[in-house]
T-cell receptor, first 114, second 115 residues
Framework: KAGVTQTPRYLIKTRGQQVTLSCSPI?????VSWYQQTPGQGLQFLFE???????NKGNFPGRFSGRQFSNSRSEMNVSTLELGDSALYLC?????????????FGPGTRLTVL | QQQVKQSPQSLIVQKGGISIINCAYE??????FPWYQQFPGKGPALLIA?????SEKKEGRFTISFNKSAKQFSLHIMDSQPGDSATYFC??????????????FGKGTKLSVKP
């Protein structure tokens, strides 16, 4: 069974640009969560999608958005990039996101904002 | 109240020794406590998880001890091996509303096991 895949693995952007990251969950998984990982703040929850609906949202500005497609694939978008957005963006999938459902993480997308 | 505090930040242990990492939380609504292991260049991988209705859970060399009254939980790695060298994260979430999608992570512990 293939794991969670994220594309691209590495991205370099400049301030003010926007970026779209993609996540393909494990087959059969309907919940996708996104996290930002930085050395200073650690792993922080961005949002979770289930059945194409955002079910939970973390404490990030509106520049961070996401969506989920009918095949459970998910994208996150960051508009008007800031230097502080440089981070490893991880997505995790689980069957339903409910009790006992393990979250499986992808390898992440390393975003560098210059 | 949403924080999970993890200590120590880094840990050096001799091969065969016991590694102990501690976490504390404030939010009494948390009811799921997983530990993740992350190697450089990889995403975190679930090691072991516990619900608050048990005080200890063991899987192989990894044990979670949970103290509900103290709002603390810890990871013990017995017979630590160089291959265990990684960063370990504790986390917590609440199933209220039916979703574990929001994991609150500790800041991580970098473990080095010396041969």
């Amino acid at each position: 069974k293939a794991g969670v895949t994220q594309t691209p693995r590495y991205l370099i952007k400049t301030r003010g640009q926007q970026v779209t990251l993609s996540c393909s969950p494990i087959s059969g998984h309907r919940s996708v969560s996104w996290y930002q990982q930085t050395p200073g703040q650690g792993l922080q929850f961005l949002f979770e999608y289930f059945s194409e609906t955002q079910r939970n949202k973390g404490n990030f500005p509106g520049r961070f958005s996401g969506r989920q497609f009918s095949n459970s694939r998910s994208e996150m978008n960051v508009s008007t990039l800031e230097l502080g957005d440089s981070a490893l963006y991880l997505c995790a999938s689980s069957i339903t996101g409910g009790i006992g459902n393990e979250q499986f993480f992808g390898p992440g997308t390393r975003l560098t904002v210059l | 109240q949403q924080q999970v505090k993890q200590s120590p930040q880094s840990l050096i242990v001799q091969k065969g020794g016991i590694s102990i990492i501690n976490c504390a939380y404030e939010n009494t609504a948390f009811d799921y406590f997983p530990w993740y292991q992350q190697f450089p260049g990889k995403g975190p991988a679930l090691l072991i998880a516990i619900r608050p209705d048990v005080s200890e859970k063991k899987e192989g060399r990894f044990t979670i001890s949970f103290n509900k009254s103290a709002k603390q939980f810890s990871l013990h790695i017995m017979d630590s091996q160089p291959g265990d060298s990684a960063t370990y994260f504790c986390a917590a979430s609440s199933f209220y509303g039916g979703s574990q999608g929001n994991l609150i992570f500790g800041k991580g512990t970098k473990l080095s096991v010396k041969p």
